[in-house]
Every structure is written in C-alpha cells, then in structure tokens.
C-alpha cells in the first residue's frame, strides 16, 4: 500500500455510487498532500478500497476531467502540475530558448528539411502558390519527452542556406541570423485550442484526455513576411502569459 493516510471505507450500502466515493476520498487525500511524490497506480487503487478496476477508471476519469491528475496510456497517473514552460505573449520567442530557460534539454526529431510547395503556406508568405518554398519539420522534446510539432516554411531565397544545417540541437532564429542575415523585427500570432488529428496526437504521446495548442505565426523582417509557422504544442506542459495593467491594459506587441 503506498505510504499515507489508510483510506476511508466505501460504503455499498449508500446511493452514491462508489466511484463517486472513491473521487471524493481521493481528493480529501489529495488536500492533505499526501500523494504529493507520486500517485497511486490504478491495481494500487483497486487493491486499496477493494473495488473493481471499472470503479477505479471511472473515478479516475472524473479526476482528469476536472484537471487534478494527468495520465497518459501506458504509463503512471501524476497530479496535474503548472506547466513545465511559460511564455509570455506580445513578444518575439523561440521555443529553443524557452526550453533551455525552464531547465529542461531541448532537442528536436527532424522530420523533414527540403523544398516543397505548400499552397496555403505560400498564401500566407504573399507567394505564387507554385513558389518553392522552404520547409523544415521537427517534433521538439524538451527533457526527452514530447512538447510540439513545429512545422516552418520560408521563401527559398530566405532559407536556402539553411538546407544544411543540423536542427537537433539549435536555435531556429539564430541559425536564420547567422547563415542568412534574416532577424525578424516582428508579426502576428494566433494561439487557439484545437482536437489533433490521430497521427500528429500520436507524435506528441498526447493521451485522450490532454488538450492542444495550435500557434500559427507569420514572421517578418523590416515589414515582409519571411516565415510562416504552425506548431502543435502539448497544453499540459505549455502556456503563455500576459501582462496587463489597469492604466495600459495588455502588453501585446502590434501587428506588423
């Protein structure tokens, strides 16, 4: 049995069906911070308060529903912590840096570096959608555990001398400064929550009940767009943050 408090005896004689009991036991144990290392695995639950393994899903189901543990197939439920990286909104970042400043080691899978055309990211660049354009995929891991999948696409006259380059372990944005003599001075960025389709939800590891980020950002140098990206971000491990004041409201950058 995992060390704490015993459990409180379910009662099978009541209305309340007892996954409902066995929620509301957890969460008194939870408020005395007893599963405050690690939380009990679901035969751990079963063997406890002497139930089947159904009422053990269905109470944990209702806790991740209501945001208190996380639990992803395969692998131990843990709380529901904040999240591991926060980035502030109205400014110009790079996940790489991000990562590297919570602590964690970045590194990415590179899943596809070429020139393609891409009809809808060429109309976001102000190109032909016959233009060849830049493309660079990569899942970004940060402390060897999925976090996004950010895909980028360019002008292959902006990211040509990009084409060799190693992006397992590098900062997009400055490989584009060093090589290319690009800086972005700027642009716009959408943040909004979306359901991904089953093979980018199996990259991320994302478990059914982990929502997702999509940030779609158009980026330019001197006012022309150069770099249109759009990044699947797992929500459990990233957010962003505003400032804001009651004599200037939110600090957000201006669109370009």
């Known amino acids: 049995m995992e060390k704490g408090q015993d459990p409180s005896p379910l009662d099978r004689a009541s209305p309340v069906p007892l996954w409902a009991q066995l929620q509301d036991d957890l969460c008194k144990r939870l408020e005395t911070g007893e599963f405050a290392d690690t939380f009990p695995a679901e035969m751990a639950l079963v063997a406890q308060y002497g139930v089947s393994r159904n009422t053990v899903r269905e109470a944990m189901r209702r806790l991740r529903t209501q945001g208190v543990v996380v639990a992803a197939r395969g692998k131990r439920p843990r709380l529901a912590a904040e999240t591991e990286i926060e980035q502030p909104l109205g400014a110009l970042y790079s996940l790489f840096a991000s990562v590297?400043?919570?602590?964690?080691?970045?590194?990415?899978?590179?899943?596809?570096?070429?020139?393609?055309?891409?009809?809808?990211?060429?109309?976001?660049?102000?190109?032909?959608?016959?233009?060849?354009l830049f493309h660079l995929e990569r899942l970004r891991l940060a402390g060897?555990?999925?976090?996004?999948?950010?895909?980028?696409?360019?002008?292959?006259?902006?990211?040509?001398?990009?084409?060799?380059?190693?992006?397992?372990?590098?900062?997009?944005?400055?490989?584009?400064?060093?090589?290319?003599?690009?800086?972005?001075?700027?642009?716009?960025?959408?943040?909004?929550?979306?359901?991904?389709?089953?093979?980018?939800?199996?990259?991320l590891q994302l478990g059914p009940?982990?929502?997702?980020?999509?940030?779609?950002?158009?980026?330019?140098?001197?006012?022309?767009?150069?770099?249109?990206?759009h990044t699947l971000v797992r929500g459990d491990r990233f957010s962003v943050l505003a400032e804001f004041s009651a004599r200037d409201g939110y600090q957000l950058a201006p669109d370009v």
């Open 209 to 229: 009940d982990v929502a997702a980020l999509a940030i779609d950002r158009l980026g330019c140098a001197r006012g022309e767009p150069v770099e249109w990206r």
């Open 100 to 132: 590297e400043a919570s602590g964690l080691e970045q590194r990415s899978v590179v899943r596809a570096l070429d020139v393609r055309t891409d009809g809808k990211a060429a109309e976001h660049l102000g190109c032909s959608q016959t233009t060849s």
């Open 144 to 203: 060897g555990e999925p976090l996004a999948l950010d895909r980028v696409w360019m002008p292959i006259e902006v990211g040509a001398k990009l084409l060799d380059v190693d992006f397992s372990h590098t900062g997009f944005y400055d490989e584009l400064l060093s090589r290319a003599g690009v800086a972005l001075t700027g642009g716009r960025e959408q943040i909004r929550a979306v359901v991904p389709g089953d093979d980018d939800r199996s990259v």
